[in-house]
C-alpha cells in the first residue's frame, strides 16, 4: 500500500485520522478500558490485566502517549499512566462534531 498523501487533507482531516488511529488497535482500546475503569494510574498491572507481553504493551502506551490522551508520570524505577482528561475531553468533542455533521435523525433523504 503506498503512503497517504496526507497534504491533499485539512489540517483537521488529519489530527482526526489520528485519532481514530489510536482506536483501531484492540489493544489500545482495551488499555484505555482498563484505565478508566480503575480510575487512578496504573502502572505494571496492565501485563497480568491484558495478558500481552510487557514489549506490546509498552509500544501500545507510546502510541497512546504520543497522540496525547494518557500521560505518564516517572515513580521509581516504572511509569505510572492514566487518562488525560483535557485531551480525553477534546478527542469526545472532536467525535461528537464528527458524528452530528450527518442529520441522521428522522432524515429520509439518503439514497
Known amino acids: ?19 481514530g488511529k489510536v482506536f483501531s488497535h484492540p489493544a489500545r482500546v482495551a488499555i484505555l478500558q482498563h484505565l ?6 496504573i502502572n505494571s498491572d496492565l501485563v497480568q490485566e491484558l495478558g500481552l507481553a510487557q514489549a506490546t504493551i509498552s509500544q501500545h502506551l507510546k502510541e497512546l ?13 516504572s511509569m505510572s499512566y492514566c487518562i488525560d482528561e483535557e485531551k ?3 478527542f469526545k468533542a472532536s467525535f461528537e462534531n464528527f458524528f452530528d455533521q450527518h ?4 432524515a429520509d433523504n439518503c439514497c
Not at 1 to 19: D, R, S, V
Request: hydrophobic residues 45%; contains cysteine; neutral net charge.
Open 103 to 106: 442529520p441522521c435523525c428522522g
Open 65 to 77: 502517549k504520543a497522540i496525547g490522551i494518557i500521560k505518564g508520570t516517572i515513580e521509581g524505577v
Open 1 to 19: 500500500m503506498g503512503l497517504t498523501k496526507t497534504n491533499l487533507f485539512t489540517e483537521e482531516q488529519n489530527a482526526f485520522a489520528q485519532m
Open 88 to 90: 480525553w475531553l477534546a
Open 36 to 41: 478508566l475503569n480503575a480510575n487512578a494510574c
